[in-house]
Each structure stands twice: as structure tokens, then as C-alpha cells.
């Protein structure tokens, strides 16, 4: 569908080419545009340069975006003790892959009955999905189910669990798994084959850009986690997903700076500036690496998704 | 609705529910899965809610803590909390959604105008890339930069001979931060979905302006933004659905608890997040939390209603 649009649109942009108000257009594009993009880079750039900078030099002149003495000492110090990170390495890997596997597979299976246009219950259980975010009970009634009833406090399972879905993938799985012609569906009836085994030899194998959106946007979601952790992980885990270490890292040092702030101290010797930066380049960067390589799911995913709910 | 036919076919024969049932079952197995998750993560706990006119006691659990009626919605009322939250929630939103707006519109309206294929795909994966982070990392980046002592900014202020504010004891500075950090994080985001809109536009009528002669601006004025209308209609009423939802991955982290800056930074999640998990009173925060699901779904169901008006394709339900 993309490439027919594009082609036709590079036509009519040699077309215009000649107009003068194109050509302010493209320049003010340009700078605009080019100014934003940098925005978007500068601040990553800005994490790495200061992981490698000393502490003295960030004491002195701040952060910079070339550090002024380089050293490779807060990566030094990160991995004499890299327990912490190996073990929340491993928890993310751990809890990307199953949530993400095991999340697809029920929003695939979901999303391909729920179109089926001779199911009779499937606009009575798509609401019943789609009332969930309309209407939710709020945190708290939440947080105790998963305390008090479920006793899930420090088990991965409370954050594995309340990530596997959600509404709006389930809409997005609906509308990738209409585009798949219902003949394939008919074929496979006239066949013989169960509802079942048609969904999983001759829809999943054509469902491919959809999962892989999908599955993306599953895989984010887990790679990023930090909420769930904060709500059921108290300090008796030893392991926590990678973003979540990055966010007691961090706060160690700024709930200090907070306590003392209002007295208008000046503490000068702030423990790890650099080693913060150096634990968030560690723990983020694979996502950063892998994304030029993904984005392109993820635009697609938008394309079918965003406004036809 | 689009198949009527078969629909026909389905009240004719006027299955029994236990016939409906059997025939359907492994349709009805194949959605198990989700129906069991959506009962458990979301429908169980709706009961829960009782506990906002409690007054909870943990060991007692939610349904034998002791009923105080309204007594929960009233302090917060009164004392106004609650007043505060709502103001600080919709304002952050409203700002969020027309600038937000704005901005999306203008980068992709303007990247479509460029001729050179390969600007327009980098552009649209640089702008994108914050999407992709989580907001612990945001609120590294943030500090990294404004920080009073270390920060980048601080610092070129400082060198100019500024003199930079301790922006993280002053309450007044973070509207303007918390906008621009939201914008940065997610005007890549809607650029892509305008994009893809615009993109998807009827190209005749393009070319048919061209050869009549009209320029760029023209052509932007009577053709693009006409044209782009409704999507930017319908996108605004679902986010006006979502006012009185917060973005407390942002808020959170990038605020914390730091109490200085509450009275400007302190929305409906972060309320209800802080009063349960740091002042364990479950009962005020749930009152919040339900107060805010309750409103919510009501404005939800108005902007549906709306939508539906202008374009029943477009309705939710």
C-alpha cells in the first residue's frame, strides 16, 4: 500500500519543484526539522559523553558534550561488581521473551476469532474487552487483588502477568488479521480442519508484519518496565528488570539531594554522577542499538492502527 | 453491520445459546485465554472500589473495614486536594493535546512537502526514537541537562553570565519542562500518524491544484489541511476523552517525591500512587482513583457520542 502512495507522491514532487513558496517551504522543513531531530539525538549523546567523562570534571564544568578528560572509570567500577546488572540482564531477557511469546500467541488467537464474521459472541466479547479501558477500578482495588489476593508481592509473575495484553492490541491483532483474505479461512473449512488448526497453520504463518508489530510493541513494553516493579518488588528481590535498577540508581542519589536541598547545602561529593550515566548507557543501550533496525514495524503498526480504532 | 447477509442467515435459523455454544467452542476457547486475563486484571478488582467509602484497615482486608460513606470524597473535597489535582491534570493535558497537535501537524504537513525520500524516512525514525525510552531514562536525560549543579544548561547559562534557577525547588519552572519533555517524547509519534494520513490522501486533487496553479501554501491551506480535518477532529475528541487521565510515567519520575514542587507537578496518578504507596492510605486513594474512573467514563462516553455523530465509521462503539 505504501509503496504505491510513494511513488505516486515522488511524481508530484518533482512536479512542484519549480514553485518559489516550495522552496521556502523546504528550507524552513529543513532547518526546523534538522533543529528537532537534534533535540532528539543530543540528550542520548549527552548520557554517553558524560559516562565517559571523570567526576572531577563533571564536578567542575558541569556536564558537557565532549568529555573534557576521558575515562572509562565508571564502566570500570560498573563491571568489578556486575551482579546487579547480569542479574537484571537476565530478569528482562527472561521476562521479554515469555510475555512477549506467550502474549502474542493469546492476542493472535484472540484477534483472529474475534473477526471471524460467523462467530455470533464475537461483538459481545470484543466489548467486554474494549469496557476495560473504559472503565477500570483504579490502582488501588488492583494492587491489592494482586497483594493480598493473588500473593503475588515479590513474584515476577506480577509483572509478567498484567503486561500480556491490552485492549487496543488486541484491536490493532483485529485489524492486521482483516486484511488476510476470509477465502483462506473458507478454504480451510471446506478442507476440514478445525477452527483452531486453521488459525494456526494457514492464518499465523500470513499474520508475519503483524506479529512482528505486535510483537514489538509487546517486547517495549517489558524491556522498559519499571512501573509494575515499583509497585510489587520490594527490596527482598534481589534481581530487578533492568529499568528498574536504572531507577533506584538514580533515585539513591536524588532522594539524598532532595533531603538536603531545602537547606541550600552544597554537597560536593555526590557519589557516582558518572556512574549513572554509565549504568543507563548499559542498560539501554541494546534497545538504542536494535531500534533502527525495528522502527519500521512500529510505523506500520501506527499506519493500521492509530485512527480507525 | 457489513453483512447483513449473513446475519440474516444467523437469525433465521435462531440457534439455541447451548447450539451457539458447542458450535462455536474452540472460537470460544481460542478467546478464553483473553477473557480469563481481562476477568482477572480487570473486572475482579472493580468490587475493590468499595474501598473508597471505607475506612480501609489492611489486616482486615477491603470488605470488613469499616463503612464510612461519603466521608473520603468530602475531605478530599474540601480540603481541596482534589481540586487541585483535577486543575493540574487537565490543564498538563490541554497543553499537551493543542500543542501537541499543533506541532505533529505542522512536522508532518512539512515533511510531506520535501522531495527527498530518504530526509523524510531519517526524519521520521530520529523523531520517533524517544518514543522508545523508558521515562526513568527521560528523567535521566532531563536532569543530565538541568540540573543546578552539573546540568548542561546550567552551565552555558552560568558561562554566559546567567544565572540559572535551582529548577529542582522551584514549582514554577516545571509546566514549562514537563510540557517540553512530552512534546519532545512524543511529537515523532503523532508526526508518523498525520504522516501516514496525509500520505494516504487522493493524490488527484493535488495535481489538479498544481496544474491550476496554486502554490505551496495554497495547496496546504485548500487541499491538506481540509483534507486532514476529520483525522485531526476525531484524534482530538479521543484525546478529550483521556483528560482526566495522567501520563504518570513522566510526572513520576520526573518529579518524584519531591514535595516542593507538588503544588504545579502533582496529577491524579501521582496522588494515587504516593498516598498508597508511600502514605498507605488506601481509602483517600482510591476515592481519587474512582472519582477519576467514574468522570472519565462518562467524558469518554460523550466524546464517543460526539464522534459518532460527525462519523459513525470512526465510533468506538
Known sequence: ?????????????????????????????????????????????????????????????GFTLWPTEVSTYSYELLFRSPDQMIGAYIVTICLTLAGTLVGLFIIAMTGYALQRKDFPLRNGIMFYIYFTSLFSAGLVPFYLLIVQYLNLRDSYFAILLPLLMSPWLIVLMKNFVKAIPHEITESGKIDGAGDFRIFYSLILPNLKPALATIGLFLALSYWNEWYYSSLFLTTKVEYRPLQYHLYNVINKVASLKNSVAGSNVVITDLPGETLKMATAVVATGPIILLYPFVQKYFVAGLTVGAVKG | MQNTAQQKVVNYRKPSVGRTLVQNRTLIFMCLPAILFFFVFSYLPMPGAYIAFTNFQYNKGIFASPFVGLKNFQFLFSSGQLGLLLKNTVLYNLAFII???????????????????????????????????????????????????????????RNLGGEMPKVYQNAGAWPFIIVLVHLWKSTGYGTVVYFAAITGMDSSMMEAAQIDGANAWQRIRYITLPTLKPTVIILFLFAIGGILKGNFGLFYNLVGNNSMLFKTTDIIETYVYRSMMNSFNFSQSSAVGLFQSVVGFFIVLGANAFVKHLDPDYALF
Open chain 1, 1 to 61: 500500500m505504501t509503496e504505491k502512495i510513494q511513488t505516486g507522491h515522488v511524481m508530484h514532487s518533482s512536479h512542484i519543484r519549480k514553485d518559489k513558496s516550495q522552496i521556502v517551504i523546504n528550507i524552513i522543513t529543513y532547518i526546523l526539522v534538522t533543529i528537532f531531530c537534534i533535540m532528539c539525538i543530543m540528550p542520548f549523546w549527552m548520557i554517553v559523553a558524560s559516562s565517559f567523562a571523570t567526576e572531577d570534571s563533571v564536578r567542575r564544568s
Open chain 2, 99 to 157: 500543542l501537541g497537535n499543533i506541532l505533529q501537524l505542522a512536522f508532518a504537513i512539512m515533511l510531506n512537502e520535501v522531495a527527498s525520500k530518504g530526509y523524510k524516512k531519517t526524519a521520521q525514525s530520529i523523531m520517533f526514537l524517544p518514543y522508545f525510552i523508558s521515562d526513568v531514562l527521560v528523567s535521566l536525560l532531563v536532569y543530565n541537562l538541568i540540573n543546578y549543579d552539573f546540568g548542561f544548561i546550567s552551565h552555558l547559562v
